[in-house]
Every structure is written in C-alpha cells, then in structure tokens.
C-alpha cells in the first residue's frame, strides 16, 4: 500500500530516549508508531480540553446574575492588592 503522508525529520533532544525506550519494550513496532499515537493523544488532551472550556463558558452565560463590568472588576483587583502590599510589607519591617 502506498504511503499516504511524505517522512518528516523531528529533532526530539532528550525525548528520544523515551521513544526508542518505547520501541525496544516492544509497545510498539517503531519510532513512528510511537509519535503517532503521541500525536493522538494530545489531540484527545486538546479536545478534553476544550469540551471542559466550552463547558465552562456556557456555565458562565447560562449564569443569571448581573454580568459585573470590567472596571469595577479591575478596579477591586487593584484594591486587594494594594492591602496585600501594604499588610507584607508591614509584615516585613
């Protein structure tokens, strides 16, 4: 059967080791075999990911309470840090 993608070089520095650890335990066949299934599973991490993103964001707006604007929200930030500031350097002298 004949090849459906084209060789491609890829500098693994000291993943591999790994790698040919991988192929001499015989999981798998070759270093390419190994990179596959590498490739799939950061596509099943990313997609995990994201389905726990999206999940996270139609929470966010299917949320009823009143959306607080920025400023307010920036606002507080660099009130609490200013108090945590002042209390560690406090702390410190």
Same mark, same amino acid.
């Given at each position: 059967m004949p090849r459906t993608s084209r060789p491609i070089t890829v500098t693994l520095g000291d993943l591999q080791a790994r790698v040919e650890a991988r192929v001499k335990s015989?999981?798998?066949a070759s270093a390419s075999e190994v990179m596959r299934?590498? !490739?799939r599973a950061l596509d099943r991490e990313e997609a995990a990911v994201t389905d726990?993103? +999206?999940q996270r964001i139609d929470e966010?707006?299917?949320d009823p309470r009143p959306s607080i604007p920025a400023?307010? !929200?920036f606002?507080?930030?660099r009130q609490?840090?200013?108090t945590r500031s002042r209390? +560690?350097?406090r702390e410190e002298a």
């Open positions: 015989g999981a798998y299934a590498a !490739v726990w993103l +999206r966010a707006l299917a400023r307010t !929200v606002k507080k930030l609490h840090h200013t209390t +560690r350097r």
